[in-house]
C-alpha cells in the first residue's frame, strides 16, 4: 500500500526528491492521472529561502529549484503565495477545461497552453503555523476531463503522509546542517551524535588559528549599520574559506576576528601535514584581504588588514557552559598563548605569527619561516621565541 511505502520512506530517511518520484509513479499506478506534481517549502537555510520539486511524467530525475532569500517575484505571483495567505481556505482547483475559469496566475495560461486540463493545490501545515512549517503542492492532469472528485479526495487523504515522509526526511539533514553552520563540522556531528553533556570533553592536539581584524574598531566608530556588517562579512569570509578548504575548523567568530583549528587527528596524526595546511591558508587569507583592501582603496572606501597567530598544543575540545546554555569549543593554556600571540602582530609590524612550538615542529615548512625575536607573553614566565612567514630577500 502507499500509506505503509511512505511511512517506511520517512523512517529510511530517504531523499525528497526520491519520495516525491516514487510517489508520483506510485499514484500513476493507481490510476490517477497525474501529468505533473510539484512540492515546495520555505527553507532554513543562510542563501535560499525555499525550494521546490517538480516531477513530470516521462521527465526523468525530479527538478529541484532553490530560491534565494530575496527571489520573491516567482512566488508572489503563484497560487502558493495565496494558500500561504490563508487564502482560499488552503486549497485551490482550477479547471483549466473550463471556459469560465479564471485565469488568475500567470501559471495556469502556461499550464493551459501545455495541453493540461486541470490544476489543483494545498497546503499541509505541521503543528505550529510557521513559514517552514507547511508543504505546499501542487498538482496538475492532461486527461480530457480533468481529475475526477473522487481522485482528488484520495489524494488529499495521502498529502498529510507525504508531508511527515518528507519532514522525517527533512529534519536531520536540516539539523545537521544548521549545527555544521553554527558550530562547525565536526562540532556539529558531534553534538547530533549525543556529545552534549555539559564537562564532556576531549583532549586533542591541534594547530590553533587565531584571526583578528586590524583597526576594526576605528573602523567601527564612522561606518554603522548594514554597511558596517556587509564589510566585515566579506573579510571574514576572506579569513574563514581559506581553513575550511583545508580541513580546518572554523570554531567560532569573535566579533571582528575568529578562532579555528586544525586537529592533527584529521591529518592522519602527521604534525607536518596540519603545520602546512594551516601556513597555506594564512598565506591564503592575507591574499584574499589584500584583494579587498586594493579593492576597497580604488573605491576610495577604508580598508582593514588582519592579524593571524599560529601555535601548536594540547587543548580540551567539548561542552562548556550552564545547564542551559552550552558553548562548543577548545579551551586550555595554549588558546591562551594563541590569543596573546596575536596581539603582539601590531607591536612586531608581522601580519602572521607563528609560536616556536610551532615552528619546532613544522619540518620542511620550517623554511617558509623566520625568527622575529624573543618577546614576553602575558602570563608566561620566560620570553617566547617568535616567528613570522620569510620574507623574500631585499623585502
Known sequence: MIEQWLVAQGLEGCPPAEIIQGFCARLIAGGLPLARGVIGSRILHPQFGAVSLMWRRGGGAVEID??????????????????????????????????????????????????????FCTVVSFGESTATNRLYSSWTTDRAGGFADAELAYLVTLLPLLALAIKASTAPRVARHLLALYLGQDAGDRVLAGTIQRGSMQSIRAVLYYADLAGFTRFAETNTGLALVATLNHYLEAIAVPVTRRRGQVLKFLGDGLLATFALADFSGETESAISAALDAAEEALARVAALR????????????VDIALHLGDVLYGNIGTEDRLDFTV?????????????????????????????????????????????????????QLLFGLARPRGA
Open 66 to 119: 532553490r530560491f534565494q532569500h530575496d527571489q520573491t517575484d516567482e512566488f508572489a505571483t503563484s497560487p502558493f503565495a495565496r494558500l500561504a495567505g490563508g487564502g482560499d481556505g488552503g486549497t485551490m482547483r482550477r479547471r483549466l477545461i473550463d471556459p469560465d475559469c479564471p485565469r488568475d496566475f500567470p501559471l495556469l495560461d502556461r499550464l493551459a497552453a501545455s495541453g493540461m486540463t486541470d490544476y
Open 294 to 305: 586594493a579593492e576597497r582603496e580604488a573605491g576610495g572606501e577604508p580598508a582593514l588588514d
Open 331 to 383: 579551551i586550555g593554556p595554549a588558546v591562551n598563548e594563541a590569543s596573546r600571540i596575536e596581539t603582539l602582530c601590531q607591536a612586531l609590524a608581522r601580519r602572521v605569527l607563528v609560536s616556536a612550538v610551532l615552528a619546532d615542529a613544522a619540518g620542511a615548512a620550517r623554511q617558509r619561516l623566520e625568527p622575529v625575536g624573543h618577546v614576553g607573553l602575558r602570563g608566561v614566565r620566560e620570553p
